[in-house]
């Protein structure tokens, strides 16, 4: 940030010149040759235990941020142990899963955990390269891992091939079990080992941290104290006031360089009333003031307002003045207003007598951390919903665009503030511990279930959200983090839907009051059901008799599939009715919001999705992304074994004021007497052993396209693929968005 050209400049005020000028202002003394030389060496002394320091401090500096890796580098190989554990629980979860019930969607899952339990182990080799012992402990691990997935393949090809009891009967033998307590006593052994080593490195990192600020404070207050020695001896013993004057000025300028050398750390030094007299290059960089702008202010302006209010910058002297040091973490203000999170230690400086002269303070800007910023950063970025990540006081430390668009705020102005104050109601009593389950578990309970809470904009208003949440371990440790849905839209058609029901067919009318029924009266219980039979599965695995398990992994199993059902049924009578909501929508968005969404049957049967140029339409957004998401799908999953899923969308002009959507694939293709019933309600083609689903979803796409107006028709020969026809109206834009052709693989 600083060129060499300004490595001269002075970095404090008339204050800063005055700690070290006052002791060289007295009447001329006339004295002997022998005491200039003995000031000259005072000055020299002086210049050189700064330098010294400088030193020292810099290697410790530089010794002390190898050891915070290392905190950070142990972090990771935990976060990786836990991802890995999770992904074999997932492994074993999934393949009993299919062999009770034969639902393809556990294959599935059961594919993409071992790829993600094949990528930690990956991740595992390279983090502990220079550890032989965690290495052999890692060897022993993979192995019982392999073991497991070589049993998961056997018993689904077991299922597949044999049916149900035959891979049951393998399932009830003895050695899954003592197989799954090796493999989890290995994952504790490495964690174990890796914790020991995580304490050894903070130990470490605290402790050099602690040795370079003393040996910085020590050694300014050394080097100042010398100077100021040989100051007051020119002052009495020195006619030659101009002698020690220029090397007076040389030491500042040493010390000013010696400060200006350190760019990841703001130190700078206060009267002890608070007001800035010294400013280094790294307080210029973290803090965007310069010095002619910071020198002689109350160091109070770098903190938020609300800290002003209530007396904090005072009460932090005051604590160092009385202590001799204070740290702490907190928020501070940039000159242009934005905030970010701090380390700050303060320390007292006093004089051989015990008066206080000053304070020095030292900070770190934490959120330039690789933990807390650029690990997670491009991760909430990419994400759809609104993103916020909460530390263990209730503040908020991350959040994505979508957060600002949803509650109305700029980024610096949420950063730092409790989350109550953007979600008021529920959202801490979720995480509050009672007297029969740990914080944690209930941090567990919640991970994977939708809560319906309220938000709160930043002018007030309040609007209907639903949030998932998950835990996030870290150095400051464990962090939540909450995926954040706007659901004003659901929630206004559904009561739209029950506002229609007198006015709707018989058949209508129990299809609402069917969706009314599981919307409020099945599903807050079903999920309590999920919730406590997966809390169940996690507390008592393997401390229960066989059967037992067994009985927990079929109320598991049970109950996910009834939310399944549930969710598709809802999805479908959520559907509004022709011609509310419609606005002008981005066909292409739309279309690569659902190609998001199946990102991972996209990336796991290696399919090839591409599109032309793709016009604006009118219509609800969320709908047309379901009705993409629905029917490229389909394409990729109703495909030979085998076959590689290609997929094409591509549009043409219908009349005047609409578009005529052709969504195309290589698949297994449809009979023509079944084009009719195909659109209806739990209509199926095939066994679900052969292919997973609940036969609703291209219902909810004809539902989706008349709503809009339009209509929607397939063209397909059996081994031949199918095209399926949606018309859309036109948008009101004139223009087609100049988008070349795409795809996603």
């Known amino acids: 940030m600083h060129s060499s050209g300004r490595g001269s400049r002075p970095r404090s005020g008339t204050l800063d010149a005055g700690l070290f000028r006052a002791q060289s202002q007295s ?21 050189l235990a700064l330098l010294i320091v400088g030193a020292a401090s810099y290697r410790g500096l530089v010794v002390s941020s190898a050891s915070t890796r290392w905190v950070r580098h142990t972090h990771d190989v935990l976060e990786t142990l836990q991802d890995l554990q999770f ?14 019930t034969g639902n393809e969607n556990y294959l599935e899952s059961y594919h993409s955990s071992r790829s993600r339990a094949a990528q930690d182990q990956a991740a595992l080799r390279g983090l502990t390269v220079d550890n032989a012992q965690t290495q052999r402990q890692l060897r022993a691990l993979e192995q019982l891992a392999a073991q497991e997935i070589q049993e998961a393949e056997r018993v689904i090809a077991l299922r597949q091939g044999q049916g149900m009891e035959a891979a049951a009967g393998v399932l009830r033998g003895e050695g899954g079990q003592s197989r799954e307590e090796a493999l989890h006593a290995a994952v504790l052994q490495l964690q174990g080992e890796e914790r020991r080593l995580l304490e050894l490195r903070s130990e470490d990192a605290r402790r050099r941290l602690g040795q370079s600020r003393n040996v910085l404070v020590l050694g ?77 202010r109350n160091f109070s302006c770098l903190f938020p307002a609300e800290d002003i209010q209530r007396g904090r910058p005072q009460e932090v002297l005051a604590i160092a003045a009385a202590n001799g040091r204070h740290e702490e973490q907190g928020m501070r203000v940039r000159k242009d207003g934005s905030r970010f999170l701090a380390n700050v230690a303060c320390t007292a400086l006093r004089d051989p007598a015990g008066s206080l002269r000053g304070f020095t303070e ?95 904009r930043k002018d007030g208003s309040e609007f209907p959200i639903e949030i998932m949440l998950s835990p996030l371990e870290s150095a400051e440790g464990v962090l939540v983090t909450a995926a954040i849905r706007d659901i004003s839209t659901r929630k206004k058609a559904e009561l739209h839907l029950l506002r229609k029901v007198e006015e709707l067919n018989r058949s209508n009318e129990e299809l609402g009051q069917f969706a009314y029924i599981a919307s409020h009266d099945l599903q807050e219980p079903l999920r309590m059901v999920a919730s406590y039979t997966q809390l169940l599965s996690r507390r008592y695995k393997g401390k229960l ?14 109950a996910s599939r009834m939310q399944r059902l549930i969710q598709d049924l809802l999805a479908y009578s959520r559907v509004g009715t022709k011609g509310k909501d419609l606005l002008d929508t981005s066909s292409q968005e739309a279309l690569q919001r659902a190609l998001l969404n199946l990102r991972g049957a996209i990336e796991e049967r290696g399919a090839l999705v591409t599109h032309g140029p793709l016009p604006p339409v009118l219509a609800d957004e969320t709908q047309l992304v379901q009705l ?21 969308v591509s549009v043409t002009r219908s ?41 609703i979803g291209l219902a909810i796409c004809k539902k989706i396209v008349e709503r809009h107006g339009g209509n929607i028709s397939v063209e397909s020969q059996p081994g031949q693929g199918s095209t399926f026809f949606f018309a859309l109206a036109r948008s009101k834009m004139k223009t087609m968005q100049a988008v070349g052709g795409a795809h996603a693989r």
Request: aromatic share 8%.
């Open 27 to 47: 009447g001329e003394m006339k004295t002997t040759s022998g005491s200039n030389r003995k000031v000259q060496l005072g000055f020299g002394a002086a210049i």
């Open 87 to 100: 992904a074999m629980q997932s492994i074993e979860s999934s393949s009993r899963g299919f062999v009770l």
């Open 220 to 296: 300014t207050l050394l080097g100042l104290l010398i100077a100021a020695a040989a100051g007051w001896s020119v002052q009495h013993r020195n006619t030659g006031r101009g002698q020690a004057e220029a090397a007076l000025r040389e030491s500042e300028e040493q010390y000013r360089m010696l400060l200006d050398g350190v760019q990841d750390h703001a130190i700078f030094m206060l009267d002890p009333g608070g007001r800035i007299v010294n400013w280094n290059a790294g307080a210029e960089r973290i803090q965007g003031y310069s010095v002619e702008q910071i020198i002689g």
């Open 362 to 456: 030292i900070s770190r800007d934490l959120s330039e951390s690789k933990e807390s910023g650029a690990k997670y950063r491009g991760l909430l970025e990419a994400a759809p919903d609104a993103m916020v990540v909460v530390n263990p006081g209730g503040e908020i430390v991350l959040l994505n665009v979508q957060a600002e668009k949803q509650f109305g705020y700029r980024r610096d102005e949420l950063v730092g503030q409790q989350v109550k104050n953007i979600i008021p109601e529920g959202f801490a009593e979720r995480l509050i511990a009672d007297g029969t389950r740990s914080a944690a578990e209930a941090l567990a309970q919640q991970i994977g279930t939708g809560i319906e809470l309220s938000g709160r």
């Open 545 to 558: 008799d066989a059967d037992a398990d067994e009985f927990i992994a079929f109320a598991v199993d049970g």
């Open 628 to 648: 993409f998401q629905n029917l490229v799908g389909n394409a990729i999953k109703y495909q030979r074994p085998g076959g590689v899923p290609q997929v094409h």
């Open 655 to 695: 009349g005047e004021d609409k578009w005529m959507f052709a969504v195309k694939d290589n698949g297994l293709g449809i009979d023509p007497q079944y084009f009719e019933k195909i659109f209806g309600m739990f209509q199926r083609l095939h066994k679900r052993e052969e292919f997973a689903g609940t036969g």
